[in-house]
């Protein structure tokens, strides 16, 4: 399995960006995707998360602002920001946890993509 993101750049504060993540290989079992976060010196942290039953979750943070969402038959991730934040820049990857509930742990996702990078500028 390989994952792919893109979309990330530069906007200004309050504006949006698209992120898209494509995946390849097959997955024949139940599993979650996520979209984590990481800044220099910090920990990864988890954004959103959506699981094969279209179920989602946020951190508290990005509720009402990002949008996690998944077209199947194309098999990409997406993630929808708006009313972008400075303190949403950061390097943004997708991953693929090999279970069927999701988590924020990012040691249990099983594949990462190489991470796309969100600057919000004042």
């Known amino acids: 399995v390989e994952l792919v993101e893109s979309g990330g750049g530069s906007v200004q504060a309050g504006g949006s960006l698209r992120l898209s993540c494509e995946r390849s290989g097959v997955i024949d079992r139940s599993y979650c995707m996520g979209w984590f976060r990481q800044v220099p010196g910090k920990v990864r942290e988890g954004v959103a998360t959506?699981?094969?039953?279209?179920?989602?979750d946020y951190i508290d943070s990005v509720k009402g602002r990002f949008t996690i969402s998944q077209d199947n038959a194309k098999k990409t991730l997406y993630l929808q920001m708006n009313s972008l934040k400075q303190e949403d820049a950061a390097m943004y990857y997708c991953a693929v946890d090999l279970r069927s509930t999701c988590s924020w742990y990012p040691g249990g996702y099983n594949y990462w993509g190489q991470g796309t990078q969100v600057t919000v500028s004042s």
């Open positions: 959506i699981d094969m039953d279209g179920s989602r």
